[in-house]
């Protein structure tokens, strides 16, 4: 790297002067590139000193390890493990870097339900209970239960038939036995209906009972 004084000569000499390249070369006794980079650059040389790197990029590996371990150590702790003696500012900037690597995103969510918001409602057939229905025949009966998301209240009743009409009736008596909130929504598992068809639950304004 040439200092200030030759990059105003070459300048000089090819400016000024109306020096060739060549001839700068034989005069000065630098480079071909030395020359020609000094006569493109518009600006004289300065002198920049790397950075100096930080006393905590030694114990970086160290940090990941520890991280990569538990995810959500103290910088506190990381201090004490890898023996740190310096200030913690400069160690804190670090772990707060490097942090963000380690920390996996969450695979679930709590769900929070509110008042009156939302029940789920389902058919459930008890086999090993028949019931006489006349003419010295049993069968099985579906039974409605249904749960306010809110205060798990579990209520039940038994119906005649799953037959559509039938389970939104005595859906309805049921929230009134009960002294439920009739919630907004209602969600209902995919059931076969009457004549084979099939249904979901409906949505409705909330109301109390």
Not at 110 to 125: I, K, M, N, P, S
Not at 160 to 188: I, N, W
Request: some cysteine; proline content about 6%.
């Amino acid at each position: 790297m040439i200092d200030v004084e030759q990059w105003a000569e070459v300048r000089r000499l090819h400016f000024a002067e109306g020096m060739a390249i060549k001839a700068i070369v034989r005069a000065t006794g630098l480079s071909r590139n030395t020359v020609r980079a000094a006569i493109r650059s518009a600006s004289p040389p300065k002198y920049e000193r790397e950075a100096a790197g930080s006393a905590v990029d030694a114990f970086e590996p160290q940090i990941r390890q520890l991280l990569k371990a538990t995810p959500d150590m103290p910088a506190t702790v990381i201090a004490e493990r890898i023996g740190w003696s310096r200030g913690m500012t400069v160690l804190r900037d670090r772990v707060r870097e490097l942090r963000p690597a380690y920390l996996l995103p969450e695979g679930y969510g709590r769900t929070v339900y509110r008042e009156g918001e939302l029940a789920q409602w389902d058919l459930w057939f008890p086999e090993d209970l028949k019931v006489p229905v006349g003419f010295g025949q049993t069968a099985v009966l579906p039974v409605i239960v249904g749960v306010p998301c809110y205060s798990r209240w579990i209520t039940a009743r038994m119906i005649p038939s799953k037959d559509k009409r039938v389970f939104l009736t005595k859906r309805g008596e049921g929230l009134a036995v009960s002294r439920q909130v009739d919630p907004a929504m209602r969600a209902c598992r995919r059931t076969a209906g009457a004549g084979g068809g099939s249904w979901r639950g409906c949505e409705s304004r909330g109301r109390r009972a």
